[in-house]
């Protein structure tokens, strides 16, 4: 596109205040963003939905204090401000660029890595993310630094890549933190979300062995992705199902997505020196913890949250590869947004959810629609 063409204002959904969905607003008259110096500007063809849309909406990050408190991403820092547009799984084409980013680039088809890493190296102890410090991909357009918008060439089609970028690079991250090598068996709860039905996938692209945590009728669908056996989140001692379910083999890694009451049986599932990683607690975040399980076994406990630019590249590399694929469940026009974050909540899909702005919506969004 010759950015001449490109409007003066464009639709986006905004985040207007910490709420309920009243507080996502969909508005056609945004200014278009103009891209800063080293920036692109992406025309956005589809975004993808996460479970940290929902959370910075409600404020339900708590604080170190008060694990009610509202508050946003990053606690007490927060980079949050209102109106803003949401949106870190963006995938589009690039049609102008900022001083300093070549020409040459215009064109592009891209997919977006979200992560503001704020340093040179790889600590991630200032990261951000677009979407939250700065406007997403819930938008006709948006600007993102040139080096996190990554050229690609795939069969894929945009709404499938808009699938991997956030819940998989989480994913990523935590097997890396993990440690996770070929042929030790990793339990996966929330194995049917985007992160979890992920990580199963990317257990089997380092030669690991998944195990899921997930709903009964679930089963089948993360069997054909690549768990080894799938335990129902039902039962009545994960103890004694995931022992059944492995064969009596120890489990030498647990990723948590879930957290809640399970937290002191997921330490225990472990094998003594085995490793636990988290990056989500969706069935609750303060857990009871038997600390003398912990020292006894020798465990490791981790926390994750995003990755490296290098875990994305490897990620990105594996979803060329075809070692791992989408799971596109649905998607929705960006003005049916609403709907489409209700349906996320639901949580009765396997894989993502995806957002396509209107004007693309022929192309690009019904051939994945729910029929």
Same mark, same amino acid.
């Given at each position: 596109?010759?950015?001449?063409?490109?409007?003066?204002?464009?639709?986006?959904?905004?985040?207007?205040?910490?709420?309920?969905?009243?507080?996502?607003?969909?508005?056609?008259?945004?200014?278009?963003?103009?891209?800063?110096?080293?920036?692109?500007? @992406?025309?956005?063809?589809?975004?993808?939905?996460?479970?940290?849309?929902?959370?910075?909406?409600?404020?339900?990050?708590?604080?170190?204090?008060?694990?009610?408190?509202?508050?946003?991403?990053?606690?007490?820092?927060?980079?949050?401000?209102?109106?803003?547009?949401?949106?870190?799984?963006?995938?589009?084409?690039?049609?102008?660029?900022?001083?300093?980013?070549?020409?040459?680039?215009?064109?592009?088809?891209?997919?977006?890595? %979200?992560?503001?890493?704020? #340093?040179?190296?790889?600590?991630? !102890?200032?990261?951000?993310?677009?979407?939250?410090?700065?406007?997403?991909?819930?938008?006709?357009?948006? #600007?993102?630094?040139?080096?996190?918008?990554?050229?690609?060439?795939?069969?894929?089609?945009?709404?499938?890549?808009?699938?991997?970028?956030?819940?998989?690079?989480?994913?990523?991250h935590m097997l890396e933190r993990a440690a996770v090598q070929a042929g030790e068996r990793? @339990?996966?709860?929330?194995?049917?979300?985007?992160?979890?039905?992920?990580?199963?996938?990317? #257990?089997?692209?380092?030669?690991?062995?998944?195990?899921?945590?997930?709903?009964?009728?679930?089963?089948? !669908?993360?069997?054909?992705?690549?768990?080894?056996?799938?335990?129902?989140?039902? !039962?009545?001692?994960?103890?004694?199902?995931?022992?059944?379910?492995?064969?009596?083999?120890?489990?030498?890694?647990? !990723?948590?997505?879930?957290?809640?009451?399970? %937290?002191?049986?997921?330490?225990?599932?472990?094998?003594?020196?085995?490793?636990?990683?988290?990056?989500?607690?969706?069935?609750?975040?303060?857990?009871?913890?038997?600390?003398?399980?912990?020292?006894?076994?020798?465990?490791?406990?981790?926390?994750?949250?995003?990755?490296?630019?290098?875990?994305?590249?490897?990620?990105?590399?594996?979803?060329?590869?075809?070692?791992?694929?989408?799971?596109?469940?649905?998607?929705?026009?960006?003005?049916?947004?609403?709907?489409?974050?209700?349906? %996320?909540?639901s949580k009765d899909y396997v894989g993502k959810l995806v957002v396509v702005p209107d004007?693309?919506?022929?192309?690009?969004?019904?051939?994945?629609?729910?029929?």
């Amino acid at each position: 596109m010759n950015p001449t063409a490109i409007p003066e204002t464009m639709a986006a959904v905004l985040l207007t205040r910490h709420g309920g969905l009243d507080a996502l607003e969909y508005r056609t008259d945004v200014p278009v963003p103009q891209p800063a110096a080293g920036e692109v500007l @992406l025309e956005v063809h589809a975004c993808g939905m996460n479970n940290t849309d929902v959370w910075v909406r409600e404020g339900a990050y708590g604080s170190d204090t008060d694990p009610q408190a509202v508050s946003t991403w990053r606690r007490g820092r927060s980079t949050l401000t209102f109106p803003r547009i949401q949106g870190t799984d963006s995938v589009g084409r690039i049609v102008a660029v900022g001083d300093g980013v070549p020409t040459s680039r215009i064109g592009e088809r891209v997919v977006v890595d %979200f992560s503001i890493y704020n #340093c040179e190296d790889d600590s991630l !102890a200032d990261i951000d993310y677009i979407g939250h410090g700065r406007d997403g991909g819930y938008a006709e357009y948006q #600007c993102v630094p040139a080096e996190n918008a990554h050229a690609v060439e795939t069969d894929l089609t945009d709404a499938e890549l808009a699938t991997f970028c956030c819940a998989y690079l989480t994913g990523e991250h935590m097997l890396e933190r993990a440690a996770v090598q070929a042929g030790e068996r990793v @339990l996966v709860t929330g194995a049917s979300g985007g992160v979890g039905s992920g990580i199963v996938q990317l #257990c089997r692209a380092r030669g690991a062995i998944p195990y899921a945590v997930t709903r009964r009728d679930k089963a089948e !669908a993360l069997k054909a992705i690549g768990a080894e056996a799938v335990i129902d989140r039902a !039962a009545d001692d994960w103890v004694v199902a995931v022992e059944e379910a492995t064969g009596g083999e120890a489990i030498d890694v647990v !990723a948590d997505l879930v957290a809640g009451p399970h %937290f002191n049986d997921l330490l225990r599932i472990l094998r003594p020196e085995g490793r636990y990683t988290t990056a989500g607690a969706i069935a609750g975040p303060v857990v009871d913890l038997d600390l003398r399980t912990m020292y006894l076994k020798q465990l490791q406990l981790h926390g994750s949250s995003q990755g490296r630019r290098s875990d994305f590249r490897r990620l990105l590399g594996h979803a060329l590869a075809g070692r791992i694929r989408p799971l596109l469940d649905a998607t929705y026009p960006l003005s049916d947004f609403h709907r489409a974050q209700t349906d %996320f909540m639901s949580k009765d899909y396997v894989g993502k959810l995806v957002v396509v702005p209107d004007r693309h919506w022929e192309q690009v969004g019904a051939p994945h629609a729910r029929r």
